[in-house]
């Protein structure tokens, strides 16, 4: 039934109307937008108003509750501020009163029902005749001033998951991985800090005090507009830790390691480090790696292009890691040299030689189940004007590629160059230097067979063959003689 109206502590123009009969009322009514037997003469007028202005509903008619406290709560205004540019809020000071908790009526209720799907119809403006007030202009995010952020959260949500599988938003921009972080609440992370103050600056061959420790910078490893990634140590007998500033409050890679951890618990120390923190600042974040390797994979392909055993022992670590990461739905989407650690004395601490870092690029396909191709991602844009990867192919084979080209470096020196011949793509030779023998049979010429064209079979089974494949073709090296043929290069 619908609640009386003598309760309302709200009070408009159309108090005191002489309330219609029964005999008046036309119980066949069908705009499901109006309650089926409006109860007086007030309630009736209130709901054309309504009706005919969805988005100028009264200022007390909502609830405003508590927002859950997020990882990136009060620490970076992406949503409020683009919503904003796309829809100017009009501030009246007669809307400005703080808003009132009051029970809907069913007509109220079903005409803002009506309004959160009539985003795509701007706002407009109602007026009343005998003693009328004016309602002006409210725009989506000015109703989020008036205690609609919850509402206005998931429209953000949809329309972005939207532009995310249709048109415009690539899935890893910050405003899409803020959405996402917002979803999760800080309870779900461990070693999460938030500081005040202003990023500390970081600088090679200076010290940096974050949480109660004080590390020196050995490095920088990677510098973006983005962000920039350091070596550091905390002593010189202490495992290298290895340091990601962040220029915006999203932290993403954080976010990576903690799913890698919950998902495959201490055997994600044999390839993504010992430990993870993240330290939350006003305009950004700092991330560190901690038990990682003091060295890329590029520090020793820039001096020498490695024995095939060597590379072959490193090509079956690395298809391991990237197995582990697909296999917690987990894409890079970056991987080269430049993000892969190599280790001298593993074998001491059970781990593998490599370690993988900067997970800038990477996707989480089952917190993004709408990401199904790689259209939108930076990354892949390369493989895609080669023709390697075609608008439809997943994610995950642009890891494929990154190991495929990855091990090439490591062979060849250089990134590999193909052609297509029917339907299979194969190494070709460039104009300086031919294709080297061993990629024209054997395991190599399987490999690059199999990697270079996994048509839609799952990339965890193709991972897993190729490690067997190796592991049953090839003697591969102990981790102590490994680490013999390697230490020359450290």
Request: net charge negative; with cysteine.
């Given at each position: 039934?619908?609640?009386?109206?003598?309760?309302?502590?709200?009070?408009?123009?159309?108090?005191?109307?002489?309330?219609?009969?029964?005999?008046?009322?036309?119980?066949?009514?069908?705009?499901?937008?109006?309650?089926?037997?409006?109860?007086?003469?007030?309630?009736?007028?209130?709901?054309?108003?309504l009706a005919s202005t969805p988005f100028s509903g009264g200022l007390g008619m909502r609830n405003s509750p508590e927002p859950e406290i997020t990882m990136t709560t009060d620490?970076?205004?992406?949503?409020?501020?683009?919503?904003?540019?796309?829809?100017?809020v009009v501030k009246d000071a007669a809307n400005e009163e703080p808003p009132r908790v009051k029970q809907l009526s069913p007509i109220q209720e079903a005409s803002l029902e009506?309004?959160?799907?009539?985003?795509?119809?701007?706002?407009?403006?109602?007026?009343?005749?005998?003693?009328?007030?004016?309602?002006?202009?409210?725009?989506?995010?000015?109703?989020?001033?008036?205690?609609?952020?919850?509402?206005?959260?998931?429209?953000?949500?949809?329309?972005?998951?939207?532009?995310?599988?249709?048109?415009?938003?690539?899935?890893?921009?910050?405003?899409?991985?803020?959405?996402?972080?917002?979803?999760?609440?800080?309870?779900?992370?461990?070693?999460?800090?938030?500081?005040?103050?202003?990023?500390?600056?970081?600088?090679?061959?200076?010290?940096?005090?974050?949480?109660?420790?004080?590390?020196?910078?050995?490095?920088?490893?990677?510098?973006?507009?983005?962000?920039?990634?350091?070596?550091?140590q905390r002593s010189v007998n202490d495992k290298i830790t290895v340091i990601k500033v962040d220029f915006q409050c999203v932290p993403w890679d954080f976010y990576i390691m903690?799913?890698?951890?919950?998902?495959?618990?201490?055997?994600?120390?044999?390839?993504?480090?010992?430990?993870?923190?993240?330290?939350?600042?006003?305009?950004?974040?700092?991330?560190?790696?901690?038990?990682?390797?003091?060295?890329?994979?590029?520090?020793?392909?820039?001096?020498?292009?490695?024995?095939?055993?060597?590379?072959?022992?490193?090509?079956?670590?690395?298809?391991?890691?990237?197995?582990?990461?697909?296999?917690?739905?987990?894409?890079?989407?970056?991987?080269?040299?430049?993000?892969?650690?190599?280790?001298?004395?593993?074998?001491?601490?059970?781990?593998?030689?490599?370690?993988?870092?900067?997970?800038?690029?990477?996707?989480?396909?089952?917190?993004?189940?709408?990401?199904?191709?790689?259209?939108?991602?930076?990354?892949?844009?390369?493989?895609?004007?080669?023709?390697?990867?075609?608008?439809?192919?997943?994610?995950?084979?642009?890891?494929?590629?990154?190991?495929?080209?990855?091990?090439?470096?490591?062979?060849?020196?250089?990134?590999?160059?193909?052609?297509?011949?029917?339907?299979?793509?194969?190494?070709?030779?460039?104009?300086?230097?031919?294709?080297?023998?061993?990629?024209?049979?054997?395991?190599?010429?399987?490999?690059?067979?199999?990697?270079?064209?996994?048509?839609?079979?799952?990339?965890?089974?193709?991972?897993?063959?190729?490690?067997?494949?190796?592991?049953?073709?090839?003697?591969?090296?102990?981790?102590?003689?490994?680490?013999?043929?390697?230490?020359?290069?450290?």
């Open positions: 039934s619908i609640p009386p109206k003598a309760a309302t502590d709200e009070c408009d123009d159309l108090e005191g109307i002489e309330p219609l009969n029964e005999d008046a009322i036309v119980s066949s009514y069908r705009n499901k937008t109006l309650c089926p037997n409006p109860d007086d003469t007030c309630d009736f007028m209130r709901a054309a108003q620490l970076c205004s992406a949503d409020l501020d683009s919503l904003k540019s796309v829809t100017p009506d309004a959160r799907y009539s985003v795509s119809s701007g706002s407009s403006t109602s007026s009343s005749v005998s003693g009328q007030s004016s309602v002006n202009e409210m725009t989506i995010a000015g109703k989020l001033e008036l205690g609609q952020s919850r509402t206005l959260s998931t429209l953000a949500e949809q329309t972005s998951i939207a532009h995310c599988a249709g048109t415009g938003i690539a899935p890893s921009t910050i405003h899409v991985r803020k959405q996402l972080l917002d979803k999760l609440p800080e309870s779900y992370f461990s070693q999460f800090f938030r500081e005040s103050g202003p990023l500390p600056t970081l600088e090679e061959k200076y010290q940096v005090c974050l949480g109660n420790d004080t590390y020196d910078i050995k490095r920088e490893i990677i510098s973006t507009e983005d962000y920039n990634l350091y070596f550091a903690t799913r890698l951890k919950k998902h495959l618990g201490d055997k994600s120390q044999s390839f993504f480090g010992d430990l993870c923190r993240c330290y939350m600042y006003e305009e950004g974040c700092v991330t560190l790696f901690q038990g990682l390797y003091p060295h890329t994979l590029m520090d020793i392909l820039e001096k020498t292009r490695l024995q095939k055993d060597i590379a072959a022992f490193l090509t079956v670590n690395l298809l391991e890691l990237v197995e582990q990461m697909h296999s917690c739905g987990l894409v890079h989407a970056n991987l080269s040299p430049d993000t892969l650690l190599l280790g001298s004395r593993f074998h001491e601490t059970e781990g593998g030689p490599l370690n993988l870092v900067d997970f800038s690029h990477c996707l989480d396909l089952d917190f993004q189940p709408e990401v199904m191709s790689v259209g939108k991602l930076q990354m892949a844009q390369r493989f895609l004007k080669q023709g390697l990867l075609s608008e439809t192919s997943t994610p995950y084979q642009l890891d494929l590629l990154g190991i495929a080209d990855t091990v090439h470096k490591m062979l060849e020196g250089r990134s590999m160059e193909v052609v297509r011949e029917g339907s299979e793509w194969r190494l070709v030779e460039s104009n300086a230097v031919p294709v080297n023998a061993k990629f024209n049979d054997g395991i190599w010429f399987n490999f690059f067979k199999k990697i270079l064209n996994p048509g839609d079979r799952s990339s965890v089974i193709i991972l897993a063959e190729l490690r067997e494949e190796f592991n049953r073709e090839m003697k591969l090296l102990s981790c102590q003689d490994f680490e013999m043929e390697l230490a020359f290069f450290f």
